[in-house]
């Protein structure tokens, strides 16, 4: 069974920066895409960026000159480096993994999601 273990959330003032990070184990799975996900109280989960082994990324606006997702892939790995942190960037954050993923989530017979990691930015 795939395991995605999150890292790196916390509390940081507007303007500072957290580092997200995201570990992929078990059965030896290899993902083609992995991406960052949060989901604000009373929405949808949402993807904020995403990477494929490739290297291509993509982000939602809201984020992009901001945040920059990367991967490892000898460590199946994947990290989000947030900067210039809002408060309006204060919820729980997913990692989740699969043969591709979109806005709402990652497919694949192997898709996976972390089990969430909060990120609070005060004012």
């Known amino acids: 069974q795939v395991q995605l273990v999150e890292s790196g959330g916390g509390l940081v003032q507007a303007g500072g920066s957290l580092r997200l990070s995201c570990a992929a184990s078990?059965?030896?799975?290899?993902?083609?895409?992995m991406g960052w996900y949060r989901q604000a109280p009373g929405t949808q989960r949402e993807l904020v960026a995403g990477?494929?082994?490739?290297?291509?990324?993509n982000y939602a606006d809201s984020v992009k000159g901001r945040f920059t997702i990367s991967r490892d892939n000898a460590k199946n790995t994947v990290y989000l480096q947030m900067n210039k942190l809002k408060p309006e960037d204060t919820t729980v954050y997913y990692c989740?993994?699969?043969?591709?993923?979109?806005?709402?989530?990652?497919?694949?017979?192997?898709?996976?999601w972390g089990q969430g990691t909060q990120v609070t930015v005060s004012s």
């Open positions: 078990g059965n030896d799975v290899r993902f083609n895409a």
């Open positions: 990477i494929i082994s490739g290297g291509s990324t």
């Open positions: 989740a993994a699969g043969d591709y993923c979109s806005t709402y989530g990652c497919y694949g017979a192997n898709r996976s």
